[in-house]
């Protein structure tokens, strides 16, 4: 792992040549590497561009087959008339307060409650854990009735509450077992190292732990604001005014009671649209995924 | 399978826009002319009408007589609240909003009804609140599960009301009633997606074809014989179809194993006959039209789900629902409609139509306003109000046997076809508890003897099969 | 800070172990807490429900084990149900996993614009709902969906995909290989995790790429791994939408998922006590394959900073 033993010079011009050598790899692999990643892209980027296609098209002229790929006329209106046809700016008020809640309240507390099964020992942690997996291995559409009744009884139907409070305790765990797995990837020494120095658990878990950890709490952020943003049957179940409503139910209600009558062109538009916020966290929390953490001050 | 994206609820659009005009006209005359026509109307369909409709009237006098409870008093003082749940789509919820439960409102000072807006997947949204206990007050119901919920006591049963008010809900609407009554009891009012199933044609490819336009007493035969006249292939390929049949769509089959003599779940609810004679020819000269005769497009060819084959002028004919005007109306093509047509010379023809439901939460705490919005919806005024903006179709058999309706100004075509009883019998599937199961064991299995790949001999048993066990299952239970 | 606070409190526990102890549940608590709050509940209610029939309307009514006899001996659909999820998530897991792990090691590198085709790989996973159902119905469209017309180029007959007992599945599986986007994500974080100090070694020690692979990459990266397999398992087996909105767990049920054949029993058919055991079925189905994946992980995950036989 380091190199222990070496002496610094030899390793100095091992290295050197090695980076020289790697450098034409590098060339060849990195054409290589473009040229599939070029392939997959066209493959997924096709039923995107279909939807683009269809959301500028006349209503009339969305499903004739053969399709038009290019519409003629290109109809940018239906992005505003779609928008328009229902309150998506209170939808998206909703949806942004519900999903910013409940991504804060899921990377902190999911970081804490990991970070317990990876590094501390405690009775039947095992136990725990799989407990804890357990619970998503239910499917929601049992658990959704007795929750309901549970929320109704707390009188929080029809609020956000249901959506926001549980992100606080330990935010789910798909999240929880994701950091754990991370934090267990970080050398043990290094807990040891900073114990000599004084440090309290809390110490570790706040100054090495979580900034080691980075790019994998940029994930879960990721994953956090997506899956409030997207996620449609908890909003459905537990909200009953329109204005409560979220976006992913907003699309939903473009679909009409037969599929002839349903404003396709619409409902594509919007969908990209709302397409757009969750892509954008994607892209800004992209530079959490650094390229090698040097660990620095360690000693062989 | 496009089963669920072409959802199960009907649109009476075009048929109320269609109606637009009789609405604005007979406006302030309906009222008046109701009380004659519709006796004279009532007597034409009851004589036409299958047993169920006599059935009704009979059961509902007897059971109004034996009713269990009385109906209550109407509050005094105060605002009752009331919560109306139905699907729709953003347009739609605005003029249930406005219109329909603001009208409601207007009428109606003690009460003040909200609207609540329900998704596509509407039961499971009502199930939940049903069972958190939040039911809505008022609830729409569709196709063939409002009698599930009926058998569960779930629903307010009407005929204390009916009795009470002298109130007769035939008076203004038309059957079948298969989805408002179970075991003789009313436990809804009919409200949507009235009329019948009908064969939609393309006038155009008609004429380009020179074939001559179906007549309402055509024949199997008859329609067989205009399909291949109407197929056409160019290179092999099929470019235009005499008919589709959409076998995967709820209603499709009805009409036709009824006509032929046959049926599948019979009235009494004791016995499913898919597997015998006249029902299984009926379905095999209905898999037939794409597997042997190729005179309408396999599932495959029907882009489920992505758009209307009619529309796109691929088929010449086309067998649904009467809510299916509006549709049409989008059509670049004249059309016309027709009834479906006669199976074999002995048999008589039957149409197939099914009406949605509106009902009442039998634990609500506003009964009788909650009865008092049944009320309303399908009064002549409502009626007017939801075909005039769309929203549904009326059901009142004044209006539909009026010539206002049936002719409609302009347009080639008349709406006799739809109006139930009117040119030919008009039946509702019988529906009992579970009968959710046998559709869905239906739509499952013959999907594959569609596409070809296995036979009604195989499949239909399984049918029967499950079927045998819902029905079982409900005779158990009673 | 927490655990001196908790000393001060006057919580004395009197040895290293108990202070461990009291640490590790203060840590977990918010979950802990959570789960007491929020799911135990709803859970232990399932189960009650499991031994009851419930119509969802009127009151459940208790059957015992019945709901369970049923699914084991007289219902032809759970069997077929648990077909269809097992092949899929037999065939669709390892694809998907061995799919996401090639590009997040192509996306690994310093290519120009990388953030922008991340992005671009990652876009499928955040279209929702109703959108992207419509989208495959079309891809696959027997006639004039992409698909089959690209095989029409090199005169292949391509199938009926969803409209076909043996091709629906495929199609479906397809589909969700479509949203890699969030394991690549997973990978793409575990490859950064990996200290480069690691390949330089290795290759001063004379491994070459290969080698420096399954040397390196393949075991730091095992914890990672290890996660999307056991959350493949998780959700794979819970696989509900596709089916429902595509193909209604047709034709002829060849994609009645496990989930979808629970769905219809709670919400269509009135049998919510039935499809309570179904999903606690399910979730020792699922519970014994996690188990025997954690079993099997000290043979081939690797962790760093694991806690074994420490202290």
Same mark, same amino acid.
């Given at each position: 792992m380091l190199t222990v033993g070496r002496r610094a010079s030899s390793y100095q011009a091992a290295r050197m040549s090695w980076l020289r050598r790697a450098s034409?790899?590098?060339?060849?692999?990195?054409?290589?590497?473009?040229?599939?990643?070029?392939?997959?892209?066209?493959?997924?980027?096709?039923?995107?561009?279909?939807?683009?296609?269809?959301?500028?098209?006349?209503?009339?002229?969305?499903?004739?087959?053969?399709?038009?790929?290019?519409?003629?006329?290109?109809?940018?209106?239906?992005?505003? %008339? +779609?928008?328009?046809? *229902?309150?998506?700016?209170?939808?998206?008020?909703?949806?942004?307060?519900?999903?910013?809640?409940?991504?804060?309240?899921?990377?902190?507390?999911?970081?804490?409650?990991?970070?317990?099964?990876?590094?501390?020992?405690?009775?039947?942690?095992?136990?725990?854990?799989?407990?804890?997996?357990?619970?998503?291995?239910?499917?929601?559409?049992?658990?959704?009735?007795?929750?309901?009744?549970?929320?109704?009884?707390?009188?929080?139907? %029809?609020?956000?509450?249901?959506?926001?409070?549980?992100?606080?305790? +330990?935010?789910?765990?798909?999240?929880?077992?994701?950091?754990?797995?991370?934090?267990?990837?970080?050398?043990?020494?290094?807990?040891?190292?900073?114990?000599? %120095?004084?440090?309290?658990?809390? %110490?570790?878990?706040?100054?090495?732990?979580?900034?080691?950890?980075?790019?994998?709490?940029?994930?879960?952020?990721?994953?956090?604001?997506?899956?409030?943003?997207?996620?449609?049957?908890?909003?459905?179940?537990?909200?009953?005014?329109?204005?409560?409503?979220?976006?992913?139910?907003?699309?939903?209600?473009?679909?009409?009671?037969?599929?002839?009558?349903?404003?396709?062109?619409?409902?594509?538009?919007?969908?990209?649209?709302?397409?757009?916020?969750?892509?954008?966290?994607?892209?800004?929390? *992209?530079?959490?995924?650094?390229?090698g953490?040097v660990i620095s001050g360690i000693k062989g | 399978?496009?089963?669920?994206?072409?959802?199960?609820?009907?649109?009476?659009?075009?048929?109320?826009?269609?109606?637009?005009?009789?609405?604005?006209?007979?406006?302030?005359?309906?009222?008046?002319?109701?009380?004659?026509?519709?006796?004279?109307?009532?007597?034409?369909?009851?004589?036409?009408?299958?047993?169920?409709?006599?059935?009704?009237?009979?059961?509902?006098?007897?059971?109004?007589?034996?009713?269990?409870?009385?109906?209550?008093?109407?509050?005094?003082?105060?605002?009752?609240?009331?919560?109306?749940?139905?699907?729709?789509?953003?347009?739609?919820?605005?003029?249930?909003? $406005?219109?329909?439960?603001?009208?409601?409102?207007?009428?109606?000072?003690?009460?003040?009804?909200?609207?609540?807006?329900?998704?596509?997947?509407?039961?499971? !949204?009502?199930?939940?609140?049903?069972?958190?206990?939040?039911?809505?007050?008022?609830?729409?119901?569709?196709?063939?599960?409002?009698?599930?919920?009926?058998? !569960?006591?779930?629903?307010?049963?009407?005929?204390?009301?009916?009795?009470? $008010?002298?109130?007769?809900?035939?008076?203004?609407?038309?059957?079948?009633?298969?989805?408002?009554?179970?075991?003789? @009891?009313?436990?809804?009012?009919?409200?949507?997606?009235?009329?019948?199933?009908?064969?939609?044609?393309?006038?155009?490819?008609?004429?380009?074809?020179?074939?001559?336009?179906?007549?309402?007493?055509?024949?199997?035969?008859?329609?067989?014989?205009?399909?291949?006249?109407?197929?056409?292939?160019?290179?092999?390929?099929?470019?235009?179809?005499?008919?589709?049949?959409?076998?995967?769509?709820?209603?499709?089959?009805?009409?036709?194993?009824?006509?032929?003599?046959?049926?599948?779940?019979?009235?009494?609810?004791?016995?499913?006959?898919? $597997?015998?004679? &006249?029902?299984?020819?009926?379905?095999?000269?209905?898999?037939?039209?794409?597997? !042997?005769?190729?005179?309408? &497009?396999?599932?495959?060819?029907?882009?489920?789900?992505?758009?209307?084959?009619?529309?796109?002028? @691929?088929?010449?004919?086309?067998?649904?629902?009467?809510?299916?005007?509006?549709?049409?109306?989008?059509?670049?093509?004249?059309?016309?409609?027709?009834?479906?047509?006669?199976?074999?010379?002995?048999?008589?023809?039957?149409?197939?139509?099914?009406?949605?439901?509106?009902?009442?939460?039998?634990?609500?705490?506003?009964?009788?306003?909650?009865?008092?919005?049944?009320?309303?919806?399908?009064?002549?005024?409502?009626?007017?109000?939801?075909?005039?903006?769309?929203?549904?179709?009326?059901?009142?058999?004044?209006?539909?046997?009026?010539?206002?309706?049936?002719?409609?100004?302009?347009?080639?075509?008349?709406?006799?076809?739809?109006?139930?009883?009117?040119?030919?019998?008009?039946?509702?599937?019988?529906?009992? &508890?579970?009968?959710?199961?046998?559709?869905?064991?239906?739509?499952?299995?013959?999907?594959?003897?569609?596409?070809?790949?296995?036979?009604?001999?195989?499949?239909?048993?399984?049918?029967?099969?499950?079927?045998?066990?819902?029905?079982?299952?409900?005779?158990?239970?009673? | 800070?927490?655990?001196?606070?908790?000393?001060?409190?006057?919580?004395?526990?009197?040895?290293?172990?108990?202070?461990?102890?009291?640490?590790?549940?203060?840590?977990?608590?918010?979950?802990?807490?959570?789960?007491?709050?929020?799911?135990?509940?709803?859970?232990?209610?399932?189960?009650?429900?499991?031994?009851?029939?419930?119509?969802?309307?009127?009151?459940?009514?208790?059957?015992?084990?019945?709901?369970?006899?049923?699914?084991?001996?007289?219902?032809?659909?759970?069997?077929?149900?648990?077909?269809?999820?097992?092949?899929?998530?037999?065939?669709?897991?390892?694809?998907?996993?061995?799919?996401?792990?090639?590009?997040?090691?192509?996306?690994?590198?310093?290519?120009?614009?990388?953030?922008?085709?991340?992005?671009?790989?990652?876009?499928?996973?955040?279209?929702?709902?109703?959108?992207?159902?419509?989208?495959?119905?079309?891809?696959?469209?027997?006639?004039?969906?992409?698909?089959?017309?690209?095989?029409?180029?090199?005169?292949?007959?391509?199938?009926?995909?969803?409209?076909?007992?043996?091709?629906?599945?495929?199609?479906?599986?397809?589909?969700?290989?479509?949203?890699?986007?969030?394991?690549?994500?997973?990978?793409?974080?575990?490859?950064?995790?990996?200290p480069t100090t690691l390949y330089e070694a290795a290759a001063i020690d004379g491994a070459?790429?290969?080698?420096r692979?399954?040397?390196v990459?393949?075991?730091?990266?095992?914890?990672?791994?290890?996660?999307?397999?056991?959350?493949?398992?998780?959700?794979?087996?819970?696989?509900?939408?596709?089916?429902?909105?595509?193909?209604?767990?047709?034709?002829?049920?060849?994609?009645?998922?496990?989930?979808?054949?629970?769905?219809?029993?709670?919400?269509?058919?009135?049998?919510?006590?039935?499809?309570?055991?179904?999903?606690?079925?399910?979730?020792?189905?699922?519970?014994?394959?996690?188990?025997?994946?954690?079993?099997?992980?000290?043979?081939?995950?690797?962790?760093?900073?694991?806690?074994?036989?420490?202290?």
């Amino acid at each position: 792992m380091l190199t222990v033993g070496r002496r610094a010079s030899s390793y100095q011009a091992a290295r050197m040549s090695w980076l020289r050598r790697a450098s034409v790899q590098r060339g060849t692999s990195l054409v290589i590497a473009y040229l599939i990643l070029a392939a997959g892209i066209i493959l997924i980027l096709i039923p995107l561009l279909w939807m683009i296609s269809t959301s500028l098209k006349d209503i009339g002229s969305v499903f004739l087959f053969p399709p038009q790929i290019i519409p003629d006329p290109a109809l940018w209106k239906n992005y505003a %008339d +779609g928008w328009n046809a *229902q309150p998506f700016g209170l939808f998206l008020r909703n949806t942004l307060v519900i999903t910013f809640s409940s991504m804060v309240g899921q990377t902190f507390s999911c970081a804490l409650v990991a970070f317990g099964f990876a590094r501390l020992r405690g009775t039947g942690s095992n136990v725990l854990f799989m407990l804890l997996l357990s619970t998503i291995m239910l499917p929601i559409y049992v658990t959704l009735i007795p929750t309901f009744i549970l929320y109704k009884y707390l009188g929080w139907l %029809d609020t956000f509450l249901p959506l926001i409070v549980p992100s606080f305790f +330990g935010g789910g765990p798909f999240f929880i077992f994701l950091m754990r797995q991370f934090f267990m990837t970080i050398p043990l020494e290094l807990d040891d190292a900073a114990r000599v %120095d004084g440090a309290t658990t809390f %110490d570790i878990f706040l100054k090495i732990c979580l900034p080691l950890a980075a790019p994998a709490l940029a994930a879960v952020a990721i994953f956090a604001f997506l899956g409030s943003w997207n996620d449609f049957l908890q909003p459905l179940i537990y909200l009953q005014r329109t204005d409560h409503f979220t976006l992913a139910i907003g699309l939903n209600l473009f679909r009409a009671e037969s599929t002839a009558v349903t404003p396709w062109n619409q409902l594509m538009a919007v969908s990209l649209l709302v397409m757009i916020p969750p892509l954008l966290v994607f892209f800004f929390a *992209q530079r959490y995924f650094i390229q090698g953490i040097v660990i620095s001050g360690i000693k062989g | 399978m496009p089963g669920v994206l072409i959802s199960r609820r009907r649109v009476l659009t075009g048929f109320g826009a269609a109606a637009l005009a009789l609405g604005l006209a007979s406006c302030g005359g309906a009222s008046a002319t109701t009380a004659p026509t519709s006796s004279s109307a009532q007597a034409a369909t009851s004589a036409t009408a299958p047993s169920s409709a006599a059935a009704t009237t009979a059961a509902s006098t007897t059971s109004s007589a034996a009713a269990a409870a009385p109906a209550p008093a109407a509050p005094a003082g105060g605002s009752a609240q009331l919560v109306f749940f139905t699907w729709g789509s953003a347009e739609r919820f605005k003029i249930w909003g $406005d219109q329909v439960v603001g009208g409601f409102n207007k009428g109606h000072p003690g009460i003040v009804a909200t609207l609540l807006e329900g998704p596509s997947d509407y039961e499971p !949204k009502l199930l939940t609140m049903a069972a958190g206990g939040t039911a809505p007050d008022v609830f729409r119901l569709s196709e063939y599960w409002a009698v599930d919920i009926f058998a !569960k006591n779930f629903c307010l049963q009407l005929d204390p009301y009916l009795a009470r $008010d002298k109130f007769k809900i035939e008076d203004h609407t038309s059957p079948p009633y298969t989805q408002c009554q179970y075991q003789g @009891k009313w436990y809804a009012v009919p409200h949507g997606a009235a009329g019948n199933f009908v064969v939609w044609y393309n006038r155009d490819l008609f004429t380009k074809a020179q074939v001559a336009f179906p007549t309402d007493d055509w024949t199997w035969n008859d329609f067989l014989t205009t399909a291949k006249a109407l197929t056409k292939s160019d290179a092999g390929k099929p470019v235009q179809w005499g008919t589709s049949m959409e076998m995967v769509n709820y209603g499709v089959p009805y009409s036709y194993i009824w006509s032929n003599g046959g049926d599948e779940l019979t009235p009494d609810g004791k016995s499913y006959l898919l $597997d015998q004679q &006249p029902a299984m020819q009926a379905l095999q000269l209905l898999a037939d039209l794409t597997t !042997k005769e190729h005179v309408a &497009p396999t599932a495959a060819e029907i882009p489920q789900g992505l758009g209307d084959i009619f529309l796109s002028g @691929k088929v010449a004919m086309h067998y649904s629902g009467a809510w299916y005007e509006a549709t049409a109306h989008q059509a670049k093509f004249d059309f016309g409609l027709v009834l479906n047509p006669k199976m074999n010379a002995s048999s008589e023809r039957v149409a197939f139509a099914e009406q949605n439901a509106t009902a009442a939460y039998r634990q609500g705490k506003h009964l009788d306003a909650a009865w008092q919005l049944l009320q309303y919806l399908i009064s002549p005024e409502n009626q007017k109000v939801e075909s005039s903006t769309g929203l549904n179709g009326p059901s009142d058999p004044a209006i539909l046997n009026s010539p206002d309706f049936l002719n409609v100004n302009g347009a080639p075509y008349s709406r006799k076809a739809i109006v139930p009883g009117l040119l030919a019998k008009t039946r509702g599937a019988t529906l009992i &508890p579970g009968y959710a199961q046998i559709q869905t064991a239906y739509s499952q299995k013959l999907a594959t003897v569609w596409t070809g790949a296995t036979t009604l001999q195989n499949a239909v048993p399984q049918v029967v099969a499950v079927a045998k066990q819902v029905i079982a299952q409900d005779q158990q239970s009673g | 800070m927490i655990g001196q606070r908790a000393l001060r409190v006057g919580v004395q526990p009197r040895t290293t172990r108990q202070r461990e102890n009291l640490e590790f549940y203060l840590f977990i608590s918010p979950w802990l807490i959570g789960f007491l709050l929020f799911v135990a509940g709803p859970m232990l209610a399932t189960l009650a429900l499991s031994f009851s029939s419930w119509d969802l309307l009127t009151p459940p009514k208790f059957v015992g084990l019945q709901n369970f006899v049923h699914l084991l001996s007289g219902d032809p659909l759970f069997w077929q149900a648990l077909k269809v999820s097992t092949l899929y998530s037999g065939i669709g897991i390892p694809l998907h996993i061995a799919l996401a792990f090639c590009i997040a090691l192509l996306l690994n590198q310093k290519l120009k614009a990388v953030a922008v085709i991340r992005t671009l790989y990652y876009m499928p996973s955040v279209i929702s709902g109703v959108a992207v159902a419509v989208l495959w119905l079309w891809i696959f469209n027997p006639d004039f969906g992409p698909i089959n017309l690209a095989l029409r180029l090199v005169h292949v007959q391509g199938p009926l995909w969803l409209a076909s007992e043996f091709w629906a599945l495929p199609a479906l599986i397809i589909v969700s290989l479509w949203g890699v986007g969030s394991a690549m994500i997973i990978f793409l974080a575990g490859l950064q995790g990996i200290p480069t100090t690691l390949y330089e070694a290795a290759a001063i020690d004379g491994a070459g790429a290969w080698q420096r692979f399954w040397s390196v990459t393949v075991p730091m990266i095992s914890p990672v791994l290890f996660f999307n397999l056991v959350l493949g398992v998780i959700n794979s087996f819970q696989a509900f939408t596709n089916a429902y909105v595509m193909t209604s767990g047709g034709p002829n049920d060849a994609t009645l998922m496990y989930v979808l054949y629970l769905y219809q029993n709670a919400f269509q058919f009135f049998k919510m006590g039935y499809a309570s055991a179904l999903a606690w079925v399910l979730l020792l189905i699922i519970l014994l394959l996690t188990v025997l994946i954690f079993k099997s992980s000290p043979m081939w995950v690797y962790y760093e900073g694991e806690l074994r036989g420490r202290r």
